[in-house]
């Protein structure tokens, strides 16, 4: 009698044991499904961040593409920017507002420096660069040998600051 009562006992000791086994195999399961959809999330809430990381570093010293870029805020766009056309001339914004704005101030936002000669150039025939690598600000030149110029500059004098 008492033996089988001991057996029970034991029946039921190895039940338990199953079941924390079965509930810790359950437990990490779960936990590496949880991380892979956390990540996939991170993945997709941020991938235009990352990109965008991405372009602020590889576009240093190459010719930016008008349609990354807002015209009126001088910034690369995390996003695509739209075309728009004013008095015959192309413009990117990233807004409405923005393209409002360089309307009614036409000539304080349209009409830039050239970042190595200081030439008044109109936005929308400027070539543009990056004004330092890992930052989204834009630069405008008049043209190509300007633009050259402007990267080669700034490449000797980061030269002299390591050499100092
Ligand atoms: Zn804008």
Redesign the pocket.
């Known amino acids: 009698m008492k033996k089988k009562r001991l057996s029970k006992q034991q029946l039921i000791d190895k039940q338990k044991l199953d079941d924390k086994k079965f509930n810790r195999t359950m437990l990490i399961s779960f936990s590496i499904l949880f991380l892979c959809l956390l990540s996939i999330l991170i993945f997709y809430t941020y991938r235009c961040d990352t990109r965008l990381t991405w372009r602020k570093m590889d576009w240093y010293g190459k010719v930016v593409p008008k349609n990354w870029i ?1 015209m ?2 001088d910034i690369l ?1 995390i996003h695509e ?1 739209t075309k728009a056309v004013f008095e015959d001339k192309i413009y990117y ?3 409405q ?2 393209f409002n704005h360089l309307v009614k101030h036409f000539r304080e936002v349209a009409i830039t420096p050239d970042a190595y000669s200081g030439d008044s150039i109109n936005k929308s025939v400027a070539i543009i660069g990056l004004k330092e690598r890992g930052k989204p600000e834009l630069v405008y030149f008049k043209n190509e040998r300007n633009f050259k110029n402007y990267y080669e500059t700034k490449a000797e004098k980061q030269k002299q600051v390591s050499n100092k």
């Open positions: 807002c009126d805020g766009q920017s914004f990233c807004s507002e923005c």
